[in-house]
């Protein structure tokens, strides 16, 4: 394939309720994608940085400048394109793997939607449906999430995230117990908010029986991690810390993490994320999903990889309607607490015009 024209947008999409981490409170999705036109397809990526550099220290701005002023202009060079030149040509710029992940998979769905094949299959998925799991917010009380967690158990979600931070965690687990049961596959989810002086509090966790507890140390805290692995029962699974399958390969090594959130964008693309996966499985480290908020067309993709057979655990591929209500895409809607992989050429889904126009907040082409 060629590259012939790449055009960045920007989408505005409404989240149904405020979304509230221990990094902070959004009410909207700010989201950048990408469309690739080659000499063959179109393609569509989406990028899954935040607004601000909370999460990450990507931002939407910050990749749309990357994007427009390197890494476009050196893949318009490559005359032989496909999935794979992407990460070779980006390869010289550090970092910035959320804006790669987006060239790349515009330009994956380009090149299979080209050959017909669907990225599923391209990625070795053994299932057609994943199990879905949910990501909760920290709300104002117990009250509140007690009403949430209801709810997403009533429409079927088959894994609870709650998402915790110091002064929300035990209580709030304990209550999801005693009105759910211990039957509820139930996780929590930090987001780097505890050091290793929590070591203790985060052990009153151990007695509720949760499925694991993600990223509850900083990001560059690898060894603290392996630390806290060894004072806790609840398993240790990493996601801030993980940004290459050689990261995974190190952290499992030095017994930092018993779990493993692939997110595609965090470890630059979907094929480093397959990657990640194979390390993972051998070393028998299971992994699951994790999510960025992303539209239908991350989503779709996100599914595809979901559908691995190392993802042994649900993941935080929710359906449409838990972040949005009127999705860019035909909405993911939740079937038994499932969700269909995909099975269109390429990502397997695309923009609805109309939907896409009312949320585009900017359009810019780039030369190539
Ligand atoms: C995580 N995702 O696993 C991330 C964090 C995240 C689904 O919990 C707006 C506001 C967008 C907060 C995207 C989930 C966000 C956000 C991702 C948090 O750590
Ligand atoms: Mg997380």
């Known amino acids: 394939m060629k590259l012939t024209g790449v055009e960045l ?18 009410t909207a999705r700010d989201i950048l994608l990408v469309r690739v036109e080659t000499d063959e397809a179109v393609g569509w990526g989406e990028c899954g940085a935040l607004a601000d550099p909370l999460y990450s220290p990507e931002y939407v701005d910050g990749a749309a400048d990357v994007l427009r002023r390197f890494f476009v202009p050196a893949l318009a060079e490559a005359d032989h ?23 790349e998979m515009a330009v994956l769905d380009a090149e299979l939607r080209a050959e017909g094949r669907p990225l599923a299959r391209e990625l070795g998925a053994v ?15 117990v009250g509140e999430l007690l009403d949430t967690v209801g709810g997403y158990l009533d429409a079927g979600y088959v894994r609870i995230k709650l998402k915790i931070q110091p002064g929300w965690d035990v209580e709030p687990v304990r209550a ?7 039957d509820v596959l139930l996780q929590v989810d930090a987001n780097t908010a505890y050091t290793l002086a929590d070591a203790r509090h985060l052990a009153r ?4 029986g949760l499925l694991l ?21 609840t398993p240790v699974c990493l996601d801030e810390s993980i940004v290459s399958a050689k990261s ?11 779990v493993v959130n692939i997110k595609p964008g965090r470890v630059g693309g979907y094929l480093e994320a397959r990657r990640v996966h194979d390390v993972c499985a051998a070393h028998g480290v299971p992994v699951w999903c994790g999510g960025m908020l992303e539209s239908g067309l991350g989503r779709a993709a996100n599914l595809a990889l979901a559908a691995l057979p190392g993802f042994t655990l649900p993941g935080d591929t ?13 909405p993911f809607v939740l079937s038994g607490g499932h969700l269909d992989v995909p099975a269109a050429p390429g990502i397997g889904v695309e923009p609805v015009p109309e939907l896409l126009a009312e949320v585009t907040t900017a359009t810019e082409r780039v030369a190539c």
Do not use: N, W
């Open 205 to 208: 966790l151990d007695p509720f």
């Open 81 to 103: 394109l496909d999935a794979t030149a992407v990460g070779r040509v980006l390869a010289p710029f550090k970092g910035h793997r959320m804006a790669k992940a987006a060239l």
């Open 9 to 26: 947008r920007r989408i505005e999409m409404p989240l149904v309720a405020p979304f509230r981490t221990s990094f902070g409170t959004q």
């Open 176 to 182: 999801v117990r005693e009105r759910f049961g211990d």
């Open 248 to 258: 995974a390969a190190d952290a499992i090594a030095l017994g930092a993490c018993q």
């Open 213 to 233: 507890i993600e990223q509850p140390l900083d990001e560059e805290d690898v060894l603290g991690h392996a630390e806290l692995a060894k004072r806790l029962a």
């Open 127 to 141: 299932r057609d449906r994943v199990p879905c799991g949910v990501s909760v917010g920290i709300m104002g009380s």
């Open 318 to 330: 929710s359906a449409s309607d838990r972040y949005y209500r009127t999705d860019i895409t035909e």
